[in-house]
């Protein structure tokens, strides 16, 4: 039997009065108290740039604030690095999964913690027997001798999450834990969370799928700007009741795409193939179209695929069969900048591939634009027109709702959701027909996910092309016309949205077309 926390027994964790400033003068936790119960599953929530990972990187000695105290076990405590919280049985599993591909399972979580025999050499046996007990005890799913790079990214973080356990961590902290998870893959995940509260460990975790924090979780606190604005029971509370607590407001979370028919072919992709410098077929014979005003949607589960589809399209990687035709033009071999001329792109990790974080906001806002758009240069385009780029950026800025300090502040200073903006926004306003999207709001909190979606809808309703590729299947039943399925580098199913349901769609990401049929 599951226990729960007992409302009377004093708080494991207290964190009072926490103020953390960030030169100069970012304030990022105001006057931060929260507390954390013994044995029990704990969420915070909150929009991106609300506070949440500053305060937990502030319990586990990452950060070190500038006022208020932390009570841990009755004592107060103040970790100066990660290992001393460690030490004190504190843990964190960070979204970024940080393994030794080379390495099997049990020496990656040994690794730096080995046991030793006499002569100083490591045990190996003993080792692993001792990985095999956790791996038992705790009922988790792996298998010890397998090599990290052969398993799945599910299996991964179960590796990061043993790691903590080996070291006796009796506190996890979690950071978006199902971020890069299929939904197949989650209720295995929350099976061993909740197996380990069972056996006594107290987990808090960081999510913004509020579904999953409430199926999850036995409480939950709400931060907004730097604040705590509610700590509330899970049970009993609902996705809306939470997500107007992080936002100040009402989120609809049902669909407003509309019903349009389609126009002409704009993107058309026939007999697409890639094979890897080890000759391995990452892409078999994919013929896609997306016409004008149609929103398509590409579902699989991470690694069949989709990344290099996505490469395929953006020029960063040469097919070595097939055509990519973009509004009539082909484009399968084109330069990186003639593709940019036709298609918009919004890569899913914005700060390698969509920014600069160093740059500032407006350097971001017009890059593509100063190649494309002469009314940003003088001087047939030798030089950049600082005011029209500027004008420019003050208009995105306005357009899309971005917060923050000024125009020269660098990205990194803007929230996740905010930097979101930038990049949607500078894809958005180039002149194309054809827009890629690539989890677009992978990371983002319900009030920048909406907003993300209606900028998207508006785009389909102006008559665009859109290609999105999401994890998230609720996300593209919302939004898309139709869901491509791609399973092992092949499309398997290619089904309108209105016809399809999401337990359809995970056999094809899972089992493929035959299975998936049977």
Request: hydrophobic residues 45%; contains cysteine; glycine residues 8%.
């Amino acid at each position: 039997m599951t226990t729960r926390p007992s409302s009377l027994a004093p708080p494991l964790i207290e964190l009072r009065g926490i103020v953390k400033v960030y030169p100069p003068n970012v304030l990022a936790l105001d006057d931060v108290t929260v507390s954390f119960a013994d044995g029990e599953i704990h969420a915070l929530v909150g929009e991106n740039g609300a506070g949440k990972s500053t305060l937990l990187k502030v319990l586990y000695g990452l950060v070190h604030h500038d006022r208020g105290e932390i009570i841990y076990q009755g004592r107060n405590v103040r970790f100066r690095t990660p290992g001393e919280a460690i030490a004190a049985g504190i843990g964190m599993v960070h979204q970024e999964i940080v393994l030794v591909n080379e390495y099997t399972v049990w020496e990656n979580i040994v690794l730096g913690a080995e046991p030793v025999d006499w002569l100083g050499r490591i045990d190996r046996m003993r080792a692993r027997q001792a990985v095999r007990s956790i791996i038992d005890r705790f009922h988790f799913e792996l298998d010890p001798d397998a090599q990290v790079a052969d398993i799945s990214v599910a299996a991964r973080q179960k590796v990061e999450i043993l790691k903590l356990l080996y070291r006796a961590v009796s506190v996890l902290i979690l950071d978006e834990p199902t971020a890069v998870l299929t939904p197949q893959e989650i209720p295995q995940l929350f099976a061993e969370l909740r197996e380990l509260r069972a056996q006594g460990h107290t987990i808090i975790f960081i999510s913004h799928r509020l579904e999953e924090v409430l199926e999850l979780s036995d409480r939950v606190t709400v931060l907004r700007k730097g604040r705590v604005v509610a700590d509330v029971p899970a049970a009993g509370t609902t996705r809306a009741e939470l997500a107007a607590l992080m936002v100040g407001r009402e989120v609809i979370f049902t669909s407003r795409r509309t019903p349009q028919p389609p126009g002409d072919v704009i993107l058309a992709i026939d007999g697409l193939r890639y094979a890897d410098a080890h000759g391995r077929v990452r892409l078999k014979d994919i013929s896609l179209q997306v016409c004008a005003g149609e929103l398509v949607g590409v579902a699989g589960v991470e690694g069949n695929g989709q990344f290099e589809l996505v490469n395929a399209i953006t020029g960063l990687l040469q097919p070595t069969a097939g055509t990519i035709h973009v509004a009539g033009a082909e484009i399968t071999h084109a330069p990186i900048l003639e593709r940019r001329r036709r298609l918009a792109y919004v890569p899913q990790d914005r700060g390698r591939m969509g920014g600069s974080l160093p740059a500032s906001v407006m350097e971001n806002a017009i890059m593509t634009h100063h190649r494309l758009n002469r009314n940003l240069t003088r001087w047939r385009g030798l030089l950049l027109d600082g005011g029209a780029a500027q004008r420019f950026t003050d208009r995105l800025a306005a357009a899309f709702n971005v917060v923050m300090p000024n125009r020269r502040a660098p990205l990194r200073a803007l929230s996740g959701g905010n930097q979101q903006k930038v990049i949607l926004g500078r894809e958005l306003l180039l002149d194309s027909a054809f827009i890629l999207l690539d989890q677009p709001t992978r990371g983002l909190d319900v009030g920048s996910i909406e907003y993300v979606h209606d900028q998207m809808l508006a785009m389909r309703r102006a008559g665009r092309a859109l290609l999105l590729i999401s994890a998230n299947l609720e996300e593209l039943f919302m939004l898309a016309d139709r869901i491509v399925v791609l399973h092992r580098g092949a499309i398997v199913a290619d089904l309108p949205a209105a016809q399809a349901t999401v337990e359809k769609v995970g056999r094809y990401m899972l089992e493929g077309k035959a299975s998936a049929d049977a």
